[in-house]
């Protein structure tokens, strides 16, 4: 079973940038689709950005133009830019695959605050 560790959250003001990490302990390689999702205060979780095996991307349009999903598999780890971050980002970030292949267990995320 693959487990996801997620890093590179932080405090961050308006407009700036953050570059998270999610790091797996098996292979990626095989995987398809994985992806960034985020779960704000009192709100449900929601898909951010996905990333296919061969690098075809896909964003929330409440994200498109600011943040990059990016993955190394020979790393196995993968990555999201956020630049021009807003308030509204404010959220636990996390990754997994997509949901049709079914979820991995979820890591612990990455807490991002965007405040002034």
């Known amino acids: 079973q693959v487990q996801l560790v997620e890093s590179g959250g932080g405090l961050v003001q308006p407009g700036g940038s953050l570059r998270l990490s999610c790091a797996a302990s098996?292979?990626?390689?095989?995987?398809?689709?994985m992806g960034w999702y985020r779960q704000a205060p009192g709100k449900e979780r929601e898909l951010v950005a996905t990333?296919?095996?061969?690098?075809?991307?896909n964003y929330a349009d409440s994200v498109k133009g600011r943040f990059t999903i990016s993955r190394d598999n020979a790393k196995n780890t993968v990555y999201l830019q956020m630049n021009s971050l807003k308030p509204e980002d404010t959220a636990v970030y996390y990754c997994?695959?997509?949901?049709?292949?079914?979820?991995?267990?979820w890591g612990q995320g990455t807490q991002v605050t965007v405040s002034s």
């Open positions: 997994n695959r997509e949901a049709r292949s079914g979820y991995f267990p």
């Open positions: 098996g292979s990626i390689w095989s995987i398809n689709v």
């Open positions: 990333i296919t095996r061969g690098g075809t991307t």
